[in-house]
């Protein structure tokens, strides 16, 4: 119980508040499933409150118009806070998600990062003039969209939180941000920051709570004006349609069952090592883990011994110890889920080469650890092959040449990320230019920046988040023309 945090509430229009019904849920440390934290859980009045605000704060127009310079100081104010008390998010974000803290500290790093670069670009959104015929001119208005909602997954709530927020304040919106209630605690800890730096009350509103009620009755609110949600394809379709009901603007974010695709020619030390990175990162618990190891036939033994050796140097852990090289999965139900799909590769005929347990010795057993998992011999139509798992789970898969491989890469629902792993700079880009995915690395796995778009083709998802897309993405154009006759 030593890790007990003191109770969280609702962030709304600027103060502290409980939840109208004064009902909480408790979140657990993944590593011993003791409580870590009651946190208030947010009622449709309160969602409603939360809305008003952040309408009554676009309204002022504190926020909107104020000179975007000054916008972007403050922002600038958030991102060196979060720096300042970087120590304590890494701690809080580890004991929350289970992630090791040295992840958990790069996270922090990365967010603040990431509200440093919006803050550059809040007085850098411009629109432009069109030539139109006559004696009249013609210009676009570049507006923000409103009141903004942001519903955040468990796997890196401080990273995928501020991803989306800090472009929608940048733009000059104002803010809803539901946490997943799995992990809500870095995201209300960002709210007590924003309001240290100066930012104007009603601009960002948290309002943590269960996604079946809190997050179903924000997303179809009459009175917002845009969705950016992140979190499962299965959730996305139901956001999807509740945002349907106002035409609400939706950017998804969703899953992945990423391709890692190692040709002959490859540094092979390099690929072991980002193949490695690629999955057993935050415990695999990525929408661009790169879940499907395709390995060309040629080096496929020498790569998989290199991979099972380096796998079994792992050392499983909780994530708030310095030694941990992998932490525990996020929930029970995780858990479950994860070794549920072990068992399918097991009876599809997969070939188990390392893993395939949960971890419980050295007091592991009451945390939600699994072992890190390779499957060889895994044919491209298995279970294991083509659903998102979420977990520490590699699938190995053969492909005889370079025609082969992006055949098996393509052959899935998702498009996220596809890893590529060569010296040939051309096969690398013509792999590049032929990949169904929104993002390719090559020769280093994962790899993105606050500046790089990040988003999915096909059911990975809509629209593009980091990056002046996603600047533009919280903003509406609006064409004004004049005649000057
Ligand atoms: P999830 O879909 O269960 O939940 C995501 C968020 O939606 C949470 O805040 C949850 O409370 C909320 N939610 C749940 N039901 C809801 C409903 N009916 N209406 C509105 N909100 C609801 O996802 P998760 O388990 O938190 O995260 C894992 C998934 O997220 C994986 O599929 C992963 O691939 C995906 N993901 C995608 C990206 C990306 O950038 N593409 C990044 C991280 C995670």
Known sequence: ???KEAPYLLFVNGSWRESSS?????TYDPATNEPLAEVAQSEPEDVDLAVEAAR?????????????????RILFRIASLIRERSDDLARLESL??????REAKGDVGYTARTWEYFAGLADKIEGKTVPVPGLRFDYTRVEPLGVTVHIVPWNYPLVLGSRGIAPALAAGNTAVVKPSSLAPLTNLK?????????????VLNVVPGRGSETGSYLAGHKGIDSITFTGSVETGREVMKLAAQHITPVTLELGGKCPNIVLEDADRARAVRGVLRGIFTNAGQMCWAGSRLLVQESVKDKLLRALKKGTDSIIVGPGTSEKSHMGPLVSEQQVDSVMGYIKIGQDEGAELLTGGE?????????????????????????????EE???????????????????????????LCAGVWTRDISRAHRLAAELESGVVSINEYPITFPQTPFGGFKQSGIGREQGLEAVYSYCRVKNVNVNLL
Do not use: Y
Not at 96 to 101: A, I, S
Not at 190 to 202: Q, S, V, W, Y
């Open 96 to 101: 929350d998600n289970g992630k090791p803290l």
């Open 22 to 26: 004064g009902s909480t849920f408790t």
């Open 190 to 202: 960002l709210a007590e920051i924003a309001h240290d730096a100066g930012l104007p009350k009603g």
């Open 389 to 415: 798992i979420f977990g520490p789970v590699l699938s190995a898969i053969t492909f005889e040449d370079m025609e082969d491989a992006l055949e098996i890469a393509n052959r899935t629902e998702f498009g």
């Open 1 to 3: 119980m030593g890790n």
């Open 56 to 72: 009554g704060a676009l309204e002022h127009k504190e926020w909107r118009e104020l000179d975007p310079a000054k916008r972007g």
């Open 358 to 386: 949960r971890a419980k010795d050295g007091g592991l057993a009451q945390g939600n650890f699994v072992q890190p998992t390779i499957f060889s011999e895994v044919d491209p139509g298995m279970t294991i092959a083509t």
